[in-house]
């Protein structure tokens, strides 16, 4: 396309926005991508616009101002920074909105949540059927998620926001990601490469020298890896670039992301032989956290339920876009033992 797409994208120094930024990065369409990035660090702010030739906003999350700024010199916004703070994505879609009343523009947000809004509160202590399960096709199960779900509070301002018609709102929403970033910001040493739930196993199983699970580990989590959820977000952008009606959006513009199902016990038994492995633990077999242990290695004992929950879903959207992940579960479990061993080194 010959017209310059201008773009906005927050969490560039994160796990996943740092994986996007590198894709959009080496587009084969580079030339007419005009990017801007949200940095808190100024230091590193300089080293993305002379090494990677990017625009910068050097700020944070509470300077609204900017953000709005930014958001409406923006025809396209990734947000892949935080799928809980109400009032960043209340500036963002404020800046989109003034785009438009002022130039005309439907502007697009492509906003990342996360397959939470699905889960239960099993603890560990069952597997969830598979009428549970959330295909993204499927708007009725969409619309069914209550208001006071995980992350859907924000998934709500932004449906609101396309529904209004002033912008088009794009929610992907990855499940367990795993994997190490393997993209030239990474390599920089600009870019966060640890995800949120697999390492919060290894290193609570590291303190106790043991893998530990909530409950009996029983409940089941899909996942996919970092380069395949970036690679979502790139396929969506590129449609909604060339062909439009083809991604949906608003309450059809729900993305899933996943790959395939675990179960908790499954994942601590992983985490556990590579224990053994590495002469940290002496049994591979996980044990239950006692709630001491939970309220010791998570935020919170509200907060690490999570990790004894159901979540089921289905990534239909991004497959019928032409969307071809790459690994496995099986891979993801490959995956466990160097990651001990970058936290042992740590």
Not at 47 to 74: P, Y
Not at 202 to 223: E, H, N
Not at 236 to 255: E, K, V
Not at 256 to 271: D, H, M, R
Request: proline share 4%.
């Amino acid at each position: 396309m010959s017209a310059k797409t201008t773009i906005f994208l927050t969490g560039a120094t994160g796990y996943l926005g740092s994986s996007v930024l590198a894709r959009l990065l080496n587009h084969p369409d580079r030339k007419n991508l005009n990017i801007t990035i949200l940095v808190r660090d100024e230091a590193k702010a300089k080293i993305f616009e002379s090494k990677f030739g990017v625009k910068t906003v050097v700020g944070s999350h509470e300077d609204l101002d900017k953000v709005e700024s930014a958001a409406e010199a923006a025809h396209v916004v990734f947000n892949i920074s935080n799928a809980d703070d109400t009032a960043f994505v209340g500036a963002i879609l404020k800046g989109l909105k003034n785009r438009n009343t002022k130039i005309g523009d439907v502007p697009i947000l492509i906003h990342t949540t996360g397959s939470a809004i699905v889960m239960d509160d099993a603890r560990g202590a069952y597997a969830a059927g598979p009428d549970t399960i959330f295909d993204d096709l499927d708007v009725s199960k969409a619309k069914a998620i209550p208001p006071t779900a995980f992350h859907h509070n924000v998934d709500l301002l932004i449906l609101d926001a396309d529904t209004a018609g002033y912008m088009r709102g794009y929610l992907v929403d990855p499940s367990t990601v795993f994997g190490a970033p393997t993209n030239e910001i990474a390599a920089a040493g600009l870019a966060n490469t640890h995800s949120i739930q697999i390492p919060v196993l290894i290193q609570a199983a590291l303190a106790r020298k043991r893998a530990g699970m909530v409950g009996a580990g029983k409940a089941i989590w899909p996942a996919i890896h970092v380069d395949d959820t970036a690679d979502i977000f790139i396929t969506l952008f590129d449609t909604i670039r060339t062909n439009p009606d083809a991604a949906g959006h608003g309450w059809n513009g729900y993305y899933n992301g996943e790959n395939g199902e675990y179960t908790w016990a499954e994942l601590a038994k992983a985490i556990g032989q590579a224990l053994v492995e590495l002469g940290v633990a002496s049994d591979p077999e996980p044990t239950a956290f006692t709630q001491e242990e939970l309220l010791k290695y998570f935020p919170s004992l509200e907060f690490a339920y999570v990790w004894g929950t159901n979540c089921r879903i289905k990534a239909s959207r991004a497959r019928a876009l032409g969307w071809k992940p790459k690994y496995t579960i099986e891979d993801m479990m490959k995956s466990i033992k160097p990651e001990v061993e970058t936290f042992l080194r740590k």
